[in-house]
T-cell receptor, first 117, second 113 residues
Framework: SAVISQKPSRDICQRGTSLTIQCQVDSQVTMMFWYRQQPGQSLTLIATANQGSEATYESGFVIDKFPISRPNLTFSTLTVSNMSPEDSSIYLC??????????????FGPGTRLTVL | GENVEQHPSTLSVQEGDSAVIKCTYSDSASNYFPWYKQELGKRPQLIIDIRSNVGEKKDQRIAVTLNKTAKHFSLHITETQPEDSAVYFCAARQWAAGNKLTFGGGTRVLVKP
């Protein structure tokens, strides 16, 4: 089955700094998304990563804080900018259109656990 | 936008008993309803899904039912085992709305041996 990987798997950062998270899929996918999961909570969609164009952000999330890139059909990055302790969370990428699944099933990467001090 | 409510938030069952988790959704245009299982420290795993043209779907010990009129869907786990202990999330999606999933709040299931 297709592999979705994320780097880094975890990081501890100082407030005011930025961290870029990478999501790599080993096959082309139609859609890529970024989610946030705060401790003990559900999953909240940050944005849809659009290939070759600006991401589509959900209410409460802005490009200046969470810039996203998707240069091709297998790779995306999420940057968490000017971090504060409230950004401590798990960030997950998610994809639709893996050839190993139904055309519209959505699968998740392993997540990046971010702690901001 | 879509709103998904999930109940109960926690569920404790004896091994071998059944577990039922219920979700309601608000947008009648939603047409795809997946369920994810998330073990501690792991990614959410898709375990079963149902589309709006189907009323029930089964896969071994798990089944999902959908009532479009009432806008609710349920996950049924029979003959529960300790490895079923996890957090379960329901979700709803409208393909026409950018294929975005809206998740319920999650149910923490504990299967006691």
């Amino acid at each position: 089955s297709a592999v979705i990987s994320q780097k880094p798997s975890r990081d501890i950062c100082q407030r005011g700094t930025s961290l870029t998270i990478q999501c790599q899929v080993d096959s082309q996918v139609t859609m890529m998304f970024w989610y946030r999961q705060q401790p003990g909570q559900s999953l909240t969609l940050i944005a849809t990563a659009n290939q070759g164009s600006e991401a589509t952000y959900e209410s409460g999330f802005v490009i200046d804080k969470f810039p996203i890139s998707r240069p091709n059909l297998t790779f995306s990055t999420l940057t968490v900018s000017n971090m504060s302790p409230e950004d401590s969370s798990i960030y997950l990428c998610s994809v639709v259109g893996l050839t190993s699944g139904s055309w519209d099933e959505q699968f998740f990467g392993p997540g990046t656990r971010l702690t901001v001090l | 936008g879509e709103n998904v409510e999930q109940h109960p938030s926690t569920l404790s069952v004896q091994e071998g008993d059944s577990a039922v988790i219920k979700c309601t959704y608000s947008d009648s245009a939603s047409n795809y309803f997946p369920w994810y299982k998330q073990e501690l420290g792991k990614r959410p795993q898709l375990i079963i899904d149902i589309r709006s043209n189907v009323g029930e779907k089964k896969d071994q010990r798990i089944a999902v039912t959908l009532n479009k009129t009432a806008k609710h869907f349920s996950l049924h786990i029979t003959e529960t085992q300790p490895e079923d202990s996890a957090v379960y999330f329901c979700a709803a999606r409208q393909w026409a709305a950018g294929n975005k999933l809206t998740f319920g709040g999650g149910t923490r299931v504990l299967v006691k041996p």
